[in-house]
């Protein structure tokens, strides 16, 4: 049986966080390095391009793997991570393979440190196979990519991930909100496109 902390033991706990700045640290504040999150949102919300301009933050930090599972390596996708191309070589790679073979690439010795894995529904995993695959990567950030079911992810099991994940990020209307719990100074919102934020604001008053 392991020892009890005091409030003392876990103060003095060291953590490893992203040193987040700008709006990324407005929105999100200083979040661990390792666990999982869940991006979710409707199609055409912004969220494939928040999901390029996280990959292009954390590239900042360490290795980013992109699991492309939904789209593998069509022109869409193509179109969709062409702006990376000026990431420093080596910090973004991107893939197309079920878990098993993740799991594997990343048990390798300097593997990414970061992986995206879109989407969470072409996955196969239940909730009981994602909490095994949780603590098999324990070392590493998995960050989920969602479909939506009204405003939460599609799916029993991308629900039960969401209540797990450290990060719950909904993305709506070309903003990305945080429903987690590292919620930045701001509120928790992040915009990832200002111009398409504005106009779909401004449609929703006039429409009030």
């Known amino acids: ?9 876990i103060c003095r706990k060291n953590y490893e966080t992203f040193p987040f700045e700008g709006a990324w640290l407005e929105a999100f504040g200083c979040p661990e390095r390792t666990g999982t999150w869940i991006v979710w ?11 390029v301009q996280l990959c292009r933050e954390l590239s900042r930090f360490g290795k980013v793997l992109y699991d492309s599972l939904e789209e593998g390596t069509s022109l869409t996708f193509r179109n969709k991570i062409a702006q990376l191309q000026d990431v420093e070589h080596g910090r973004f790679q991107v893939v197309s393979e079920p878990m098993e073979a993740l ?3 990343l048990a390798k010795r300097r593997s990414a440190d970061f992986v995206l894995i879109d989407s969470f529904q072409y996955t196969g995993l239940d909730y009981r196979s994602y909490l095994a695959l949780k603590q098999t990567l324990a070392s590493k950030l998995i960050i989920f990519i969602s479909h939506a079911d009204g405003k939460m992810p599609s799916g029993r099991a991308a629900k039960s991930v969401m209540y797990d994940a450290s990060l ?19 509120g928790g ?20």
């Not at 719950?168 to 701001?186: L, T």
């Open 168 to 186: 719950k990020i909904w993305v709506e209307g070309y903003r990305a909100y945080s429903k987690g719990r590292f919620i930045g100074k701001n």
């Open 189 to 208: 919102v992040y915009t990832i496109w200002k111009e398409g934020a504005q106009i779909i604001g401004n449609s929703f008053n006039i429409h009030q």
């Open 103 to 105: 799991k594997e690439r």
């Open 41 to 51: 949102g409707q199609s055409g919300s912004g969220k494939s391009t928040f999901a």
């Open 1 to 9: 049986m392991r020892k009890a902390l005091s409030v003392t033991d």
